[in-house]
């Protein structure tokens, strides 16, 4: 038998486990299949499983032969293909197994036997199909309306349990001899006869509301307190020994069956009176006697009904549904005197004994909590004396006369405390003296805890030692003392007095690069500065100065002369001097800090200082313009960004340009390296490689650039010749490789593209492209932050070393307080820091209008297997087409057609067309790179494709929520779709481009990617006006993904001369035009095959 540990075994998430009890028990679940003929050394179980939203899941399960071990599973879920561990479907369907064996329908084996099968009967699965098709025959006739009623009657069973049989029928009612029949044949809307007066279809509008009460309600009784789940298979295979005449209810069923009984008379036998909410009025009756005390209850007749989740009691003929409280601090009562739900109908009462010792712990203790709910009544037991006591504490607090001898010593104080009880007095740390029946053990055990928090580690005398535990005594410790006791204080102890920190004045000069910091405070040895925060950096409350004076060490001041000093990295003979010169590029960090207003805190600045704040602050009025070289009219927020490089690295700082995706973060930079001139190094993912070289062609043609890829001989050779180019482009994985080869050269400027790359300083990536030098370092990324405040300190640590301290420092001080406590002062100060440096623009907030939308080609290269294959196809097409005339072309144009089909299929993924092809698509990388970069950034994602199946291997690859339209849903299926899309449920819709390029209004998203651009421009423009339409207040950028040196490519760039020859080739429509010649095919072939010589 399957065990519910055994399942929970193979769960990574505890919560799958009562997220599948859930599935299972709401009947989620469909098309269940259970084969144990196909192999005799295991079960399969298939089904599918709903999805929290409108999806189902194909989930599949194999038992051992025995079905007691789960061997594998597998579901298409998401959560299943992050963890690879039993999702809450799997669980869902292994209950459901597990049902299917306690309902002995299932026959398990312990050793192999034979294949062959013998049945005496025909299957479940065959047998309730013609129930069902039967059923639908006669249901006309026999129809009834709203009419049927089920009366329900109720007996006592065993262990307290109840159970209920029903009659049914119209106004004469008939006996119902098997109550899973009845559900099987609801469940079926199946025809049945009662008896001469009474035959109908069981369909849910026959019967009265109350009856479908009944029904609902025993199929919830049957699934929880009987594991049954399909009321056919009980129907099918029962026997006269296994019929469901009665149904024993449970305590669950008993809680549905009362609860319908509120305030109604209930059809119990030997209860006549209805059923309450709320508590019933009891009475115990203390009665004293010889040797101690007993206590009952005056009640005769009670009875606790079996508990599922609220009590149910029975005191004389009234049922009472009892609240939490009651249950919790009378039940436990009730229970020790014999009341169970498991004993009998009627328990019998028995007294419970109290002897003298436990008089006042009971008054103390048990009393206070049943009073609410229950009478007291005595005879022969004075109560009130043995009431508690209330605790009086005494508390001295005092300083002995070392402690003052020496200024230098440190503080200590002593204290002793005792507690009362009318005339008795006990030391409150004297383990030796009990005398618990007496004392409030709960009272002292609170002031116990409140003196360790003052005075810890001194386990047989209290006391407060040190300046870290004296100052919180003195401020907090004392007030909250005199709150529970009386406080005695030597008078040396009140003689102490705390002063703040003093004031301090900071100056700050810019000369030659360089800055001049300066610090001036009121302490009459400014050395001390260094030993105040050093106390104050180990969190002590005060430092004694030389002097005996103490200085709370709290307060926005001396946070910010501490922020600033370890920012500074500040000596300790610095601050003793007051002065130290520390780069310019700090200017930016020092006016973020000293721009805080500060109660204590002076600051002076010179004009140079304020003139370089000025120019970082106003970039957007410098009077940098856009070099006419460049060959394209920049929008009004790309000349703002293109100035903004230009102010940064007048300074020689660095930048992160994060702007949102398809606002023309390339275009900017491209104006910079115009601009500034020099050689520029640009690091960028291998896919974006020739999309650097494009967009640096197509807007800085003058520019030379060089691509640093080939063989590692080829790359040595580039970058032994480098003093030519103006920009070099290579990839993270190349740089990595080569950084031996780059430590002779310097370059003016270094940007690196999706520096997301970089987020985690331990890579390879993020130190090869810190080692390179360079006078200026931007970075490009829609994505600074990705998952935590790291990777924004990792990118920060390429484009200015040291700005965010290193990384221990600044995970202690600004990472943990922002991720781990949302400290909102810590929040601001990084984000006054950072602002400086980095660009963030959303396209809502520089584009008011809707744009024309913004489209623009990527180009993927292919991997070194896909080109393989791609040029193999290629090669065979162009010589197939070589060697036959024009007559065989058009008689074999279809065929040609398949193939051209193939060699598109496979600059999407070789893996659509062969099978077992492992080698990886340069189109899909480029893909999930989008889709994962979009998707961070917050933007809504369309995917169209021509291939159902690369929509499937991408959402295989896709690690996330996403919806899927396919031809093969239904209508209903894509309305439901569309609503989730535009009500921002999923971020990504993978959408087929025949079943959904039109009819669709999709305006929730911004982006939309062509994975195999339709290259009839109109079809493809309608599948974009999914998005890009009335109702549009977001700019959409479209990504048409081309696969780099292919057909694809060719295409493209005979777009416009030739565009009904691409939809010939490429549409489905037009590709069955015998217009489409044998000499056009060729001419494309042959110029793709020159291309990729001469690019060779």
Known sequence: MLTVSEIRRHCYFQSSVSRGKELYFSNKYRNLWIDQESSVESISVTAEVKSSGASWYSTQLTVSA????????????????????????????????????????????SAPVSPKRYQKESDYSLKKMIQQFHSAEHADDTLTVNDIRLEPSFSNGYNGNLTVEFQIGKTRMYVVKDIMCLLAALEQRAN????????????????????????????????????????????????????????????????????F??????????????????????????????????????????????????????????????????????????QNMGITAERSYYNIMHPLFMAPVDYRSFCRYVLPEVEPYVKILTENFDIQSYQPIPAQFQCYLTMPETAEADTQEQLFIEAQCSVSYGEQKFELFDDSEQHESLRDTAAERKIKRLFRQYFPDHPTKLICKGEEHVLPLLQDGIPKLQEMAELMIDQKILNIRVSDFPKVTFGVSLSNGLLSFQIRSDLQNPEEIYEILQSYRKKKKYHRLKTGELIALDGEALRLLQEVSDGLQLSKAQLAQGTAEIPGYRAAYLDAMLGQRTSGIQVERNAAFRRMIADMDNYQNSEYDVPAAVHAALRGYQTDGFRWLCTLAQYGLGGILSDDMGLGKTLQIIAYFVHAGGRSLVVCPASLLY??????????????????????????????????????VTSYDLLKR????????????????????????????????????????????????????????????????????????????????????????????????????????????????????????????????????????????????????????KREHIQILAELTKMRQVCCSPSLCYEGYDGGSGKVDLCMELLQTAVESGHRVLVFSQFTSMLEQLIDSFHGEYLYLSGKNTKEQRKA?????????????????????????????????????????????????????IGQDKVVTVFNLVTRDTVEERILKLQERKAQLAEEILSGEGAADTSLTRETLLGILGALSSDSKSMQ
């Not at 959408?991 to 039109?998: M, N, Q």
């Open 738 to 889: 080569d950084i031996p080869l780059y430590e002779s050269l310097g370059f003016d400027c270094m940007v690196v593209d999706e520096a997301q790359y970089i987020k985690n300083a331990g890579t390879q990536a993020a130190k090869a492209v810190k080692a390179i030098r360079s006078r200026v370092r931007f970075a490009l990324t829609g994505t600074p932050i990705e998952n935590t405040l790291g990777d924004l300190w990792s990118i920060f640590d390429f484009i200015m070393p040291g700005y965010l301290f290193g990384y221990q420092k600044f995970r202690e001080e600004m990472e943990k307080p922002i991720s781990m406590d949302g400290n909102e002062m810590v929040t601001a100060r990084l984000k006054a820091m950072v602002t400086p440096f980095l660009l963030r623009r959303k396209k809502e907030n520089v584009l008011k209008d809707l744009p024309p939308r913004l489209e623009q080609p990527m180009f993927a290269p292919m991997t070194s297997g896909q080109e393989k294959l791609y040029r193999a196809l290629e090669s065979n097409l162009a010589l197939k087409l070589s060697g036959i005339s024009d007559t065989d072309f």
């Open 66 to 109: 025995d079905g007691s071990e789960i061997e594998d599973y597998s579901c298409d879920c998401p959560a299943y293909l992050q963890t690879e561990c039993m999702c809450k479907h799997c669980v869902a369907i292994a209950l459901a197994f597990q049902a299917e064996q306690k309902s002995h329908t299932l026959s398990v084996v």
């Open 977 to 1029: 779709m569309v609503e989730r899309f535009q009500q921002g449920e999923v971020p990504v819709f993978f959408i087929s481009l025949k079943a959904g390029g039109t009819g669709l209004n999709l305006t929730a998203a911004d982006t939309v990617i062509h994975v195999d651009p339709w290259w009839n421009a109109a079809a493809q423009n309608q599948a974009t006006d999914r998005a890009h339409r």
């Open 691 to 728: 999309n650097w070289e494009a967009e640096l062609q197509k807007f800085a043609p003058g520019l030379s650039v060089v691509l640093i890829t080939g063989t590692a001989g080829q790359r040595k050779e580039i970058l032994e010749n480098l003093s030519s180019a103006d920009v070099a």
């Open 192 to 259: 049945v006869s009662y008896g001469k007066n009474l035959e109908f279809v069981h369909a849910p509008e026959a019967f009265t509301p109350e009856a479908l009460y009944w029904l609902n309600t025993m199929k919830d009784i049957a699934a929880v307190e009987h594991q049954i789940q399909d009321f056919a298979i009980k129907t099918i295979y029962s026997t006269a020994n296994s019929s469901y005449r009665t149904l024993s209810l449970g305590a669950y069923g008993i809680e549905r069956c009362l609860s």
């Open 261 to 334: 009984y509120q305030d109604k008379d209930i059809p119990v036998p030997g209860i006549n009176k209805m059923v309450v909410s709320g508590n019933p009025s009891l009475t115990m009756r203390i009665t004293g006697m010889n040797g101690g005390a007993s206590l009952t209850i005056e009640e005769d007749s009670i009875r606790l009904f079996p508990v599922f989740k609220r009590p149910f009691l029975m005191v004389e003929d009234t049922i009472y549904s009892c609240n939490d409280d009651f249950a919790q601090k009378v039940l436990p009562l009730l």
